[in-house]
């Protein structure tokens, strides 16, 4: 499984993750901790499920927010790196999406997750669109950003 290979190349790294989460609240901390020896590599987490916290905890620049929305590449970078920081982790990942079955508009549908990857110094984010109920768009979205990570890991 995905998480078992992203803890394992953290421990031949050596380094540590950790984890800033909006729509999925906290589904990717819980896949992760569900490795044995994952002690190792993660010590804390973050679910930024408002924008409040998203600046408060991790560094999201208010700005950012205001000009292009939760949900946007801008604001996955920022979360992503601001998690980082705060964690003093050489990786993270971050997620901002909408998870549905409400919340979505034109520009922004449900489904619509920006994901963003942290590592080495390096941010990489990945729009991307999913479907199904809002458990399912959680789901594929903890998957996803998994599998990011373990990317960016390589």
């Known amino acids: 499984m995905i998480e078992e290979k992203v803890i394992a190349r953290l421990k031949e790294k050596g380094w540590q993750v ?8 906290g589904m990717i901390a819980s896949t992760l901790v569900n490795v044995p020896g994952v002690s190792d590599v993660f010590m804390e ?23 292009f929305g939760a949900v ?12 980082a920081k705060a964690a003093s982790a050489q990786a993270a990942v971050a997620v901002t999406g909408i998870a549905g079955p409400d919340g979505g508009t034109p520009d922004k549908p449900v489904g619509l997750v920006y994901i963003g990857c942290f590592a080495d110094g390096k941010t990489v ?4 669109h999913f479907e199904g109920s809002r458990m399912e768009i959680r789901q594929q979205t903890t998957q996803a950003a998994l599998t990011l990570l373990y990317s960016c890991l390589i």
Do not use: F
């Not at 499920?49 to 600046?55: C, F, I, L, P, T």
């Not at 984010?125 to 991307?128: A, F, R």
């Open 18 to 25: 950790t984890c800033a989460e909006s729509c999925t609240g």
């Open 45 to 67: 987490s973050y679910v930024t499920y408002a924008n409040e916290s998203k600046h408060k905890l991790i560094g999201v620049k208010e700005e950012t927010l205001q000009t």
């Open 72 to 83: 946007s590449r801008q604001v996955a970078k920022q979360m992503a790196e601001g998690a």
């Open 125 to 128: 984010v990945t729009e991307n």
